[in-house]
């Protein structure tokens, strides 16, 4: 079994992304409690118009969106972002990450 089928199928991984860029537009953000027990967090969910699958954001990614689109997530509803893998230094040995950039301020805006 390959690692990223180890984990949950309804989340985005960079591994979803084939080595290819992907352009996703923001349809949604939630805030949904993620893990179970001690583990258990409340995270930003962001939903997306191209998949049903959806992006747990961590506060780093948040940061990067509010910097992208603006304060209120709200706001980030008809964005898109494009989306790569990347290699990311973590506690233990380097991994791929997902990584998003902005791509256009807003599907509105054009």
């Known amino acids: ?3 990223h089928e180890m984990y949950p199928k309804d989340r985005i991984y960079a591994a979803d992304f084939g080595g290819k860029p992907v ?3 923001i349809k949604a953000v939630e805030m949904k ?3 179970e027990g001690a583990k258990q967090k409340t995270l930003p969910v962001w939903h997306f118009e191209e998949t049903p699958k959806t992006f747990p954001a ?3 990614n948040g ?4 910097a992208m ?3 209120d997530s709200d706001e980030w509803v008809d964005t898109r972002s494009r989306c790569t893998r990347q290699r990311t230094q973590a506690a233990c040995p380097t991994t791929d990450s997902a990584s998003a950039s902005s791509e256009a301020r807003s599907l509105s805006a054009s």
């Open 23 to 25: 352009t996703l537009t």
């Open 69 to 71: 689109f603006g304060d």
């Open 58 to 60: 961590v506060k780093t």
């Open 63 to 66: 940061v990067c969106a509010r």
């Open 33 to 35: 409690a993620l893990g």
């Open 1 to 3: 079994m390959k690692f």
